[in-house]
């Protein structure tokens, strides 16, 4: 028999009397969708997937290295490279940054080349001629620092000097003071444009003091005693405070006995125990100058107090004439990098001992017993402007007294030293044509310059240099290639 009704019908009806009527929604979820789980057809129609390019694999790299996309790959650390240099030891960049090589084997021995002697800086013939430099005395020019770096020393095959005019009238004003009985002393700054040949001129002048017997004491950089780089320690006893610096002043020692071996002939006086009751350690009596010195360069805490009794030894009549020289003088006439214990403030150059002890003979404060010279030489190259020392410098040289600006502020402790008196500022030019050309044989019989020295090559490279500036000479002949 047949049934007028289909299952669904009855499956229906038996769903109605099992479970309540729920809205169409709640059916919706509640019953399995008659529709299929999921279709092929989107993707049997979709477009095949376009190939990756270089760059989306390596932003894809990027992004997974840095976390964006999850990836099961194993990260590798990469290792730093291991430094097995040898690290250079403490002050050997130093030392190798003020090397200076006094003698080239590869360049021509000049043939005939005169020696400097004692007589030579008083022979007018002499003018214009290069002399060569004694070996006895390059230990203890060395030993003053006067050779430069930039000084072109190692470009010939032993060191050797212009006779210029004004080296000749410095000749003969030392050979005045040399005499037996005068006092006479000279205080002098040689100022210039860079390359002008100041540092040059402090060297000549050391050279002429070494072959007269004379006992120099020089301070190759002012710029060494201002920049923070040596220990201070303030002076118990002084007002205002003044400042010792222990170790540059043991340094200083050490040097003064390479340089000066007439040290060795001189004795201490009887009377220096009395002058000096102060020194912290036992010293013999009737010890050398030269000992007296070793004992300061081997403690630096004894050091100022055995420099200020050997400066008074020094000071006694009948001892040698003594120059003093200083180079890059504008360092030593404003605030140093030194700060004070008390106040916290810059301090001067002019509160720290080596240097007050300078411009104390440079002004006149503390004649030369026995006579001598007081040179200083400024710096173009790294010079900071003082105004104080500008003003001084420009109208000392023009003959005139110091006069201030009212409308500008001066340093007075600077300007005190020069208007004192007594100071010549001496300006150092350009090489006149002959001496030029007498420097210019010398490098050609050198090896170091090929043309032929002619009266047309030394116009034009003397009209090059700027009127014959050393510095720019050199630099148009000898270094300059085409």
């Not at 912290?280 to 009737?286: F, M, S, T, V």
């Amino acid at each position: 028999m047949n049934t007028q009704t289909c299952w669904r019908c009855i499956s229906r009806a038996s769903e109605s009397f099992f479970f309540p009527r729920r809205s169409p929604n709640q059916q919706q979820l509640l019953l399995p969708s008659s529709r299929a789980a999921f279709t092929t057809s989107a993707y049997l129609s979709a477009l095949p997937p376009k190939a990756k390019s270089s760059k989306n694999k390596q932003n894809a790299r990027d992004n997974a290295a840095r976390g964006n996309v999850q990836t099961f790959r194993k990260k590798k650390t990469k290792h730093q490279p291991i430094d097995r240099s040898r690290r250079p030891a403490v002050g050997e960049r130093k030392a190798l940054r003020k090397r200076i090589v006094l003698s080239n084997t590869n360049a021509l021995e000049v043939n005939g080349l005169q020696d400097l002697s004692a007589d030579s800086f008083t022979d007018n013939d002499l003018r214009g001629q290069v002399l060569g430099i004694p070996g006895p005395l390059l230990d203890r020019l060395r030993a003053v620092e006067a050779f430069k770096v930039k000084q072109g020393w190692a470009l010939f095959r032993r060191p050797a000097m212009l006779m210029r005019k004004i080296s000749l009238d410095l000749g003969k004003e030392l050979e005045e003071i040399s005499e037996e009985g005068s006092k006479k002393s000279i205080r002098r700054v040689y100022v210039g444009e860079k390359g002008s040949g100041k540092s040059a001129m402090l060297l000549q002048a050391m050279t002429m003091a070494f072959m007269k017997h004379w006992i120099v004491i020089s301070i190759p950089d002012a710029q060494d005693l201002v920049l923070g780089h040596t220990e201070y320690t303030p002076i118990p006893g002084t007002s205002p405070t003044q400042y010792a610096q222990p170790t540059y002043t043991a340094s200083l020692f050490g040097a003064i006995i390479q340089a000066n071996p007439i040290l060795q002939t001189l004795q201490l006086s009887e009377s220096a125990f009395s002058s000096a009751p102060n020194i912290p350690i036992l010293i013999p009596p009737n010890i050398t100058l030269s000992r007296l010195a070793q004992l300061g360069a081997q403690d630096p805490e004894t050091a100022w107090p055995i420099f200020q009794l050997l400066y008074r030894e020094l000071l006694l009549p009948g001892r040698p004439p003594l120059m003093l020289c200083l180079d890059g003088l504008a360092h030593a006439m404003t605030n140093t990098h030194y700060l004070s214990g008390i106040t916290y403030q810059p301090i001067h150059a002019h509160d720290f001992a080596l240097i007050s002890h300078f411009f104390a003979h440079f002004s006149s404060t503390t004649p030369l017993t026995n006579g001598g010279a007081v040179l200083a030489a400024t710096s173009e190259s790294n010079q900071p402007i003082i105004p104080s020392l500008s003003l001084a410098l420009s109208q000392l040289e023009e003959g005139k007294p110091v006069q201030r600006d009212p409308y500008v502020a001066y340093d007075e402790r600077v300007l005190a030293i020069f208007e004192k008196g007594g100071v010549e500022v001496q300006r150092l030019g350009g090489l006149e044509k002959a001496e030029a050309r007498g420097l210019m044989e010398y490098w050609a019989r050198s090896g170091v310059v090929r043309q032929r020295i002619d009266e047309g090559f030394v116009g034009e490279k003397w009209s090059l240099s700027g009127g014959g500036c050393v510095g720019e000479l050199e630099r148009a002949v000898v270094r300059m290639r085409f």
